[in-house]
T-cell receptor, first 116, second 113 residues
Framework: GAGVSQTPSNKVTEKGKYVELRCDPISGHTALYWYRQSLGQGPEFLIYFQGTGAADDSGLPNDRFFAVRPEGSVSTLKIQRTERGDSAVYLCASSLMSRDSTDTQYFGPGTRLTVL | DAKTTQPNSMESNEEEPVHLPCNHS???????IHWYRQLPSQGPEYVIHGLTSNVNNRMASLAIAEDRKSSTLILHRATLRDAAVYYCILRDGYGGSQGNLIFGKGTKLSVKP
């Protein structure tokens, strides 16, 4: 079956530009998460959606970062006025939002963003 | 979610068992212990989780100390494909474990042929 997919796999942009990163979750998964991973570090939480609404956006570093999920499926992470420090791998995950102890998150392969 | 402590790196020989430790001395009564791993150039993947009793699945076993302040992920026969960063994560299971995962730096496992 299809897993979580992310596009593009690599994105190179110039400082100050706007970028959009896309995530296609597993069909039927109501929860969607965005994480950012810098070299040598574990993934760092950015934002979490339940359906169409952002349930927790406390991890977004500043107002240059924004994410949407208008129909409760595909999500787009948007970064305005990119800075070199935004360079990282951006990971998306989805889960069923089951209320048991598991709620396994399934991750995509990530988008590697490089800001020159 | 409470904090976990893991060694930065470990080495293993192929076909031998591997024991990956995790300390979580401030674990609460409703925290589940989850393990994820991240293969090179991939997103993390779920390995196993448990609360109090030891757990086994097709990928690994999880041994949980009686006081729950530590746990050990056991790979019974390491293969080259098991070379990855392994993350030990606590999740509050009250009402269901939901919300974001809090990753540390994990343990980078190297497997020698």
């Amino acid at each position: 079956g299809a897993g979580v997919s992310q596009t593009p796999s690599n994105k190179v942009t110039e400082k100050g530009k706007y970028v959009e990163l896309r995530c296609d979750p597993i069909s039927g998964h109501t929860a969607l998460y965005w994480y950012r991973q810098s070299l040598g570090q574990g993934p760092e939480f950015l934002i979490y959606f339940q359906g169409t609404g952002a349930a927790d956006d406390s991890g977004l570093p500043n107002d240059r970062f924004f994410a949407v999920r208008p129909e409760g499926s595909v999500s787009t992470l948007k970064i305005q006025r990119t800075e070199r420090g935004d360079s990282a791998v951006y990971l998306c995950a989805s889960s069923l939002m089951s209320r048991d102890s598991t709620d396994t998150q399934y991750f995509g392969p990530g988008t590697r963003l490089t800001v020159l | 979610d409470a904090k976990t402590t893991q060694p930065n790196s470990m080495e293993s020989n192929e076909e031998e068992p591997v024991h990956l430790p995790c300390n979580h001395s401030t674990i609460s009564g409703t925290d589940y212990i989850h393990w994820y791993r991240q293969l090179p150039s991939q997103g993390p993947e779920y390995v196993i989780h448990g609360l109090t009793s030891n757990v086994n699945n097709r990928m690994a076993s999880l041994a949980i100390a009686e006081d729950r302040k530590s746990s050990t992920l056991i790979l019974h026969r390491a293969t080259l494909r098991d070379a990855a960063v392994y993350y030990c994560i606590l999740r509050d299971g009250y009402g269901g474990s939901q919300g974001n995962l809090i990753f540390g730096k994990g343990t980078k496992l190297s497997v020698k042929p």
